[in-house]
């Protein structure tokens, strides 16, 4: 009913429509109509997490363990929730640095050092190969059940078959043929495999559909839904303790530490979340998007394990083949050949995404620097070596499958299927301490992540990986049971006697802490080289460098002489070092070739310049970087540079423009008392005018209102009171004209009537109009005028209201009958002067320089007199003021005061 | 400016999700929704209800943040930031 050749024809057709994928893929890459562009590819390239462990191997852990399978997915979820955070900051120096792969990044950050590089990819080639050939052996084991389809109690590994009939051979075989086919297709500096990604997102959607479609079939089809196949199973006291946190056992939190330093460290999870990332907002969706596919395909874990427990209540059927067993056992061929396909595409996703990063770990970080070494090979004198970069690659995947498969053939198939993914996983977790802690802690040196891998890396290999070779029969089982050579003390799976842990928590529990704790004290005690501490502040800060890729150029112990130029350049500007280059030239008598190199005495020579500008210990370690042979680049240390003296720009611009700020600010404040003060003189001005306005307005009502109301007054106190009306509003009206006149002459609006002036007439003119009032009180008025003075340009009418208010001031501060004004007139060389005294009571000095503001005698009000309505001064300042000339005042107290007015000849 | 506080922002509410999720999923809290067989829901036992429950609140709240950031913004990281010293370098 479900023939061999059915399967392997559907196989083959699979895999046929993985490479068309592919195919399309790269086509459409190489055109620029890149299929991968989307966060979607990209959180589904990334589910190559789960592999045909989580396709098989969930459902069988959890047959054993209950919800105990779930921390391998729980932690992803973690780490993602903090992608923000690690996962961005991963990228984006993996894209500044065009990192290639984990060893890539880890000897990176750490000097670039060969060493590290080599031994993470050791550690990575030793600790996957047994998870590729779990692969291997889950199809080998996933076709073997189906070939016996419908009988399922047949499961488990095949006995012993013929090399050439071993699926898992062909299957090797296909994977290595893909790798090769797309994951190098040639050298790129991004290493994306566009091709390779869609096949790999495609073979995600393949296996959650498949697995989704059993856990269905399973809790619908089966079974009545979910309630009654958890009711069924709670019936039967061995499933019943399935369902609590017991059978999980005590493993639940390393197992969530462990998954969520795995997700980023496996190198194949580096490969499609760092290295093939296209762009990192995607990041953005996949870190929900990822965790959700989790989420989804773990759905049916549980139902389904119940499912097979229940369907086969006797054993016989491997608790790793129920996905498969159960459509088998339903009848259900067609689905059951699905579940196949979705198994293999689990398997061969990760196959070929390990392979690929693993080759290119190989090739980058092994093969190549040490061929590099071997000076006999000439090797660093060819310009393209991207052939025999891309031969060692496909030698390398070559070699990784088929390692795998001996792996398989070997000792693969004692084992169950969790436990080699968790030994993979451990391994894996060797480099987070050196990662994260590259990442966030400048202090960390090469020689303590050397330390610390290489100790975490010795732990693992004597607590997990010969475990697992003496459980295969490689070694006696007394390694296990009583400790190498009977010594209890170091049991690998009770270490110095700890025990009550699984053997994967114990394994990491002592790798962990061997591994943090040499990195962490090795790092303290150490001293990093320079590069070092280069290339750790590039990592740690790379936020705060520019995102433009700088690339390190490859410097072959000596420098071109542009090249020291232009560092110098930027240290010292351009006319001094051309000065520099100049003088240098002079004095060797030699004209310096810009593309040459530059000698030692050259070099040496601008060093010590440099040493005056930015200091000796500076100057060293940049000209040592120009000189350096390999490691970091110039532009590198530029940047960090340029970086340091720009910030110390920037703020030195901040300070300017806050001392500028603070300087606005009072500019600010000194308007705005100015503003407060002005508006304070115009309500002064308007509640005096006001104040002015009401005195005469009162007693003219007042004496109306006698008028009015008694008819029968005489006459003549009738005239007196008339003339006291009259005299009133006369004083009124003078007020009012007053105000207006000032308000007029202070907005400018008043109108002149420009003409040459006569200035003795119009004194003699207001002499005379004034004169009755001086009579009155008896004061005697000396006019002392020279003839044939020069006419002055002026306003007629307002120069007789100018003298008339001066006049009218000396005679309200006359005493009378001894009162005297005197009025002298001088020529001056450009105008003439001409002053009123009188002898009153004089002007205190500090009165003396407000007395020409407006109502300042109002304001002060010391001099009783009713008639001064404050207004006269300001109008004859604002009248004299307009016609270009100056009033001032002299006076001591007692002695009367003397006005002085000055006005400019009229222009002939 | 604006965005990029935005952003960090987003980071610790994320940094946020992550410590929910250290509490959700820690065996101390786990253990109050451990009623074995007998506890269930629907016939689904209250341990696996709560694990699966809790598990999709988390990518919820995580989905929740980053896609109202870039719905906001409609920025990515890729997007040069506009602050003063990352344009220093550019040469």
């Known amino acids: 009913m479900l023939p061999g050749w059915l399967i392997v024809v559907a196989s083959f057709g699979y895999v046929s429509l993985l ?4 195919y399309y893929g790269d086509r459409r ?29 969930s459902v069988g852990r959890a047959a054993s363990s209950g919800v105990g399978f779930l921390p391998i997915y729980l932690g992803p979820t973690l780490t993602f929730a903090l992608g923000w955070i690690v996962l961005r900051k991963i990228i984006r120096i993996s894209k500044v640095h065009h990192i290639t792969s984990i060893a890539d990044f880890i000897s990176s950050r750490y000097g670039k050092s060969h060493l590290l590089g080599g031994l993470v990819t050791i550690i990575a080639v030793v600790g996957i190969m047994p998870y590729i050939s779990l692969q291997l052996k889950a199809v080998s084991a996933s076709f073997t059940v189906l070939l016996h389809y419908p009988d399922v109690t047949l499961s488990g590994g095949p006995a012993r078959m013929p090399l050439f009939g071993d699926t898992a051979l062909w299957v090797a075989v296909l994977m290595a043929v893909f790798s090769i086919l797309f994951g190098t297709r040639h050298i790129d500096a991004t290493e994306h495999h566009e091709g390779l990604v869609a096949a790999i997102a495609f073979e995600s959607v393949v296996k959650l559909i498949a697995f989704i479609s059993v856990g269905l079939f399973v809790s619908f089809g089966v079974f009545d839904g979910l309630g009654d196949l958890f009711g069924q199973a709670a019936a039967v006291p061995e499933l019943a303790r399935l369902m609590t946190m017991d059978a999980a056992g005590t493993d639940w939190v390393p197992l969530t530490l462990l998954a969520m330093l795995a997700i980023m460290c496996l190198p194949r999870q580096f490969q499609v979340t760092v290295v093939e990332n296209v762009d990192e907002s995607h990041v ?15 759905l049916f874990v549980l139902p389904i394990a119940f499912g097979g427990l229940l369907r086969f209540p006797e054993g016989g059927v491997d608790a790793d083949t129920f996905v498969l067993a159960l459509p088998m056992a339903e009848q259900r061929p067609g689905l059951a050949l699905f579940v196949f396909i979705g198994g293999l595409s689990a398997a061969t996703g990760m196959t070929i995404v390990a392979t690929v990063a693993l ?53 693969g198939e004692s084992y169950a299927l969790v436990s080699i993914g968790l030994v993979s996983f451990a391994a ?40 697992s ?26 270490l110095f006697g700890l025990h009550g842990l699984g053997h994967i928590s114990h394994a990491l529990f002592w790798c962990l802490l061997a591994n943090v704790g040499a990195y962490i004290s090795v790092s303290l005690v150490d001293r990093q080289s320079i590069i070092e501490r280069i290339q750790a502040t590039l990592f740690v800060e790379v936020f705060r460098q520019t995102s433009a890729g700088t690339h390190s150029g490859l410097w072959q112990g000596t420098v071109a002489v542009t090249d020291l130029r232009a560092m110098a350049e930027r240290f010292l500007g351009r006319q001094r070092t051309d000065e520099v280059f100049g003088e240098y030239a002079h004095r060797r008598g030699l004209t310096l070739v810009s593309t040459a190199n530059a000698d030692g005495e050259l070099v040496q020579f601008v060093e010590r310049r440099l040493a005056g500008a930015i200091g000796a210990a500076s100057a060293r370690v940049m000209v040592a970087s120009t000189l350096k042979g390999e490691g970091v680049g110039l532009e590198e240390i530029m940047q960090i540079l340029d970086e340091t003296s720009q910030v110390l720009e920037y703020s030195r611009q901040l300070e300017q423009k806050s001392k500028e700020l603070e300087h606005a600010s009072s500019e600010l404040k000194a308007a705005n008392e100015r503003l407060t003060e002005l508006d304070q003189l115009k309500d002064d001005f308007l509640s005096t005018v006001t104040h002015e306005l009401r005195t005469p307005l009162t007693s003219i009502r007042s004496f109306s209102e006698i008028l ?50 006569d200035l003795c007439e119009v004194i003699d003119h207001a002499v005379s109009s004034l004169h009755h009032l001086f009579e009155e009180k008896s004061i005697t008025v000396d006019v002392n005028l020279a003839a044939d003075i020069p006419p002055i340009r002026g306003d007629r009418d307002q120069l007789i209201q100018l003298a008339i208010n001066l006049l009218s001031n000396a005679e309200k501060f006359c005493p009378c009958d001894t009162g005297r004004v005197t009025i002298d007139l001088e020529t001056g060389a450009t105008g003439l002067t001409v002053s009123f005294a009188d002898n009153g009571p004089g002007i205190p000095l500090q009165e003396q320089e407000h007395i020409f503001e407006k109502f300042h005698q109002a304001r002060s009000e010391n001099t009783g007199n009713p008639m001064g309505s404050g207004l006269g001064l300001a ?24 006005f002085f007015v000055n006005i400019p000849y009229a222009r002939v | 400016m604006a965005r990029m506080r935005d952003q960090n922002r987003d980071g610790e509410r994320l940094g946020a999700v992550f410590l929910l999720g250290l509490v959700l999923f820690n065996p101390l809290l786990i253990q109050i929704f451990d009623g074995g067989a007998d506890v269930a829901v629907f016939g689904v036992p209250l341990l696996y209800l709560y694990l699966f429950v809790g598990w999709a609140v988390l990518i919820g709240l995580m989905a929740v943040v980053t896609e109202r950031t870039s719905a906001d913004a409609g920025t990515t990281w890729e997007t040069r930031s506009t602050h003063p010293e990352d344009q220093l370098v550019e040469r």
């Not at chain 1, 490479?19 to 592919?22: D, M």
């Not at chain 1, 008694?710 to 009306?725: W, Y």
């Not at chain 1, 307009?882 to 009367?896: A, C, F, M, T, Y």
């Open chain 1, 19 to 22: 490479f068309a994928i592919a």
């Open chain 1, 29 to 57: 890459a190489d055109s620029g109509r890149t299929l991968v562009a989307s966060p979607y590819i990209y959180a589904l390239s990334i589910a190559v997490y789960c592999t045909a462990w989580t396709f098989y191997g």
């Open chain 1, 284 to 298: 953005n969706k996949a870190i929900w998007l990822f965790p959700l596919y989790l989420f989804l395909i773990n």
């Open chain 1, 359 to 411: 080759s290119t770990m190989i090739c980058n970080d092994l093969v190549m620097p040490a061929l590099l070494r071997f000076a006999w090979l000439h090797l660093a004198e060819h310009k393209d070596l991207s052939r025999l970069l891309l031969g060692i690659r496909r030698a390398a995947i070559g070699f990784i499958l088929l390692f795998g498969y001996l792996y398989f053939r070997l000792i």
């Open chain 1, 428 to 467: 894996a977790a060797q480099f987070a301490p050196a990662i994260l802690g590259g990442m966030y802690w400048k202090g960390a040196s090469r020689r303590g992540a050397v330390t610390g891998i290489s100790a975490g890396f010795l732990v693992w290999t004597y607590t997990l990986l010969l475990p």
């Open chain 1, 469 to 494: 070779f003496a459980r295969s029969g490689w070694l006696p089982e007394t390694f296990i049971d009583n400790g190498p050579f009977g010594i209890e003390f170091l049991k690998p799976y009770a």
């Open chain 1, 708 to 757: 009015h109301d008694t008819p029968d007054l005489d006459l003549s106190e009738r005239q007196h009171f008339l003339s006291i009306i009259i005299r009133e509003s006369e004083r009124l009206t003078r007020l009012i004209n007053q105000v207006l006149d000032l308000t007029k002459i202070e907005r400018g609006k008043m109108e002149w009537q420009m003409s040459d002036v």
């Open chain 1, 875 to 898: 109008i004859c300042r604002g009248i004299v003021e307009h016609l270009g000339g100056r009033i001032w005042v002299q006076s001591e107290p007692g002695n009367g005061a003397t």
